[in-house]
């Protein structure tokens, strides 16, 4: 016969077993490979849910690379590593950080165009406790901070869409709180990144601005999304980074698929062309 305290031990062993647990309220099992679609899923649903509670019925995309800076910040890098090389001035190293430096500086001016774009659009379109082209980001810094610091400025709602790395990643402080969200997996942040888009901005930046530009510009060749007015902003920096006509000289894209984007040097030009093209378009569906 068993003896009660040990029914109660036998008991206590029961509710603490994992296998006793609610199925979603069991971290160790919602982290299994074995629910991979479950966890896709609920990072499809989540900001869906909270963007028709925030009433978001539209957004415009604006990418840009994190290490572009106000240039203030640009200035005191410099400055900086001036004074390093002072103490060291036959060091390599410090002498290309420096280059490097002075590049940032020469697009700080970029940082400001993502302000000024973020506040034009705002101040135009969320009216009337309206929601339309709200600005959404990746949600670090640089380019990112800059167009939610622009909506955040005028009292304008922003997105931003954070993504967990194996470096630390914290979202700029300028994110409406209710709209800050952070996701694991790439490819379901993404199709937020256009599910509700109604334009989108590429400033200078990296691997990462590289990778959204051309994922949107193959979703909109392919037919897969409707036609998207894609700004790439800083027409220099562009036609550097990527000689789009090469590829149209090598025969691996069409002559017509230039006519994908365009390219804008200040805020106000990147805003006008939205709005026109999307009147424009405004009767085509797919």
């Known amino acids: ?29 919602m982290d299994e490979e074995f629910c ?9 649903l989540k900001p869906e849910k909270l963007f028709q509670k925030e009433k978001i019925d ?6 840009g690379g994190t290490r572009i800076i106000e240039k203030k910040d640009a200035e005191s890098n410099i400055e900086k590593l001036k004074k390093k090389i002072v103490k060291k001035p036959n060091d ?29 659009v705002s101040a135009e379109c969320q009216i009337n406790e309206g929601h339309e082209y709200v600005i959404v980001t ?3 810094p640089g380019i990112m901070e800059a167009a939610n610091r622009g909506a955040y400025e005028i009292g304008a709602k922003s997105i931003g869409l954070n993504i967990t790395l194996p470096f630390e990643q914290e979202p700029n ?58 700004v790439l902003f800083g027409e220099e920096f562009w036609r550097k980074i990527v000689n789009f006509e090469a590829l149209v000289d090598e025969g691996t894209i069409a002559e017509e698929d230039l006519d994908l984007f365009v ?17 424009t ?5 797919f």
């Not at 991979?36 to 499809?44: F, G, H, N, T």
């Open 92 to 120: 390599k190293v410090l002498k290309k950080k420096l280059r490097i430096a002075k590049s940032i500086l020469a697009k700080s001016k970029y940082y400001d165009e993502a302000k000024e774009f973020a506040r034009l």
């Open 138 to 140: 990746g949600g670090g």
């Open 36 to 44: 991979r679609p479950v966890r896709l899923q609920l990072e499809l």
């Open 1 to 29: 016969m068993i003896k009660k305290t040990d029914k109660k031990q036998m008991k206590n062993k029961l509710l603490k077993s994992p296998a006793y647990k609610i199925a979603y309220h069991d971290d160790d099992f």
């Open 173 to 230: 402080p300028y994110i409406t709180p209710e709209l800050c969200l952070n996701f694991h997996y790439f490819a379901i942040r993404k199709m937020h990144f256009l599910m509700r888009a109604k334009a989108l901005l590429a400033f200078p930046g990296g691997y990462g601005t590289l990778d959204e530009l051309f994922e949107a510009l193959t979703l909109i060749q392919t037919l897969k999304v409707p036609p998207l007015p894609i």
């Open 58 to 63: 539209s957004t415009i995309v604006v990418f």
């Open 281 to 285: 378009n405004a009767t085509k569906t």
């Open 263 to 279: 390219y804008a040097d200040n805020a106000k030009d990147a805003w006008q062309y939205i709005k026109y093209f999307n009147q």
